[in-house]
């Protein structure tokens, strides 16, 4: 079990899981997160890409975010986040469930023309050794200008802050864990052709 650490769920427990591939981000590493952003996730669109229990983005609606979009392809990660939410008794109208790959979800969501204030992205580590997750998330469009992409990642896997599309303007060494935070280059924007 993790317990939401603030807002209007607080202290309520979200069922984890003891699956191989469903890793829940550490509570150490949730709470330097939102104590970064501060108040900044209230009436925020977010996207938990990669979402397992669903532990970052119940903890954001907690904190006030509009409305969230949950993105995982594993079934078991699937019945994790709707028992969570259901537990806790979120509106349906809060939040979207979105069952898929990452890339091909994110191509879907850029169709609907949703577009995020925060995306935060935990994506399985082997998957970080062989494929960059920013690459579909500026490619499709789907940060809002002034919006951010948060990576975590293992602090050993050190490639993804020289991105060129997006500035890593922050980097947050918490144990063995890196979270870089990336926004638009002053000379890019959402509207950009580039690839």
């Known amino acids: 079990m993790v317990r939401i650490s603030s807002g209007i769920y607080k202290n309520r427990a979200l069922k984890t899981s003891r699956h191989n591939l469903i890793r829940p981000t550490t509570s150490r590493v949730k709470l330097s997160f ?15 890409g990669f979402a397992g229990s669903g532990n970052i983005g119940i903890e954001a609606l907690s904190r006030g975010a509009e409305y969230l979009v949950f993105i995982d392809e594993l079934p078991e990660a699937l019945a994790l986040i709707r028992h969570n939410l259901d537990k806790i008794n979120v509106s349906t109208d809060k939040y979207r469930i979105v ?6 979800s994110v191509i879907a969501l850029a169709q609907g023309e949703l577009r995020f204030d925060i995306i935060y992205l935990d994506p399985p580590y082997e998957l970080l050794r062989v494929a960059n997750p920013l690459k579909v998330v500026f490619k499709r469009k789907i940060l809002k200008p002034g919006g951010m992409v948060v990576l975590e990642r293992p602090a050993a896997i050190d490639r993804f802050r020289n991105f060129p599309f997006l500035h890593c303007f922050r980097s947050q060494k918490i144990g063995k864990k890196t979270l870089d935070f990336f926004t638009y280059p002053e000379n890019l924007s959402a509207e950009s052709d580039q690839p």
Do not use: A, M, W, Y
Not at 37 to 44: C, K, M
């Open 34 to 48: 939102f104590d970064i952003l501060q108040h900044d996730v209230r009436e925020t669109v977010f996207l938990d």
């Open 99 to 104: 069952k898929g790959d990452f890339n091909r």
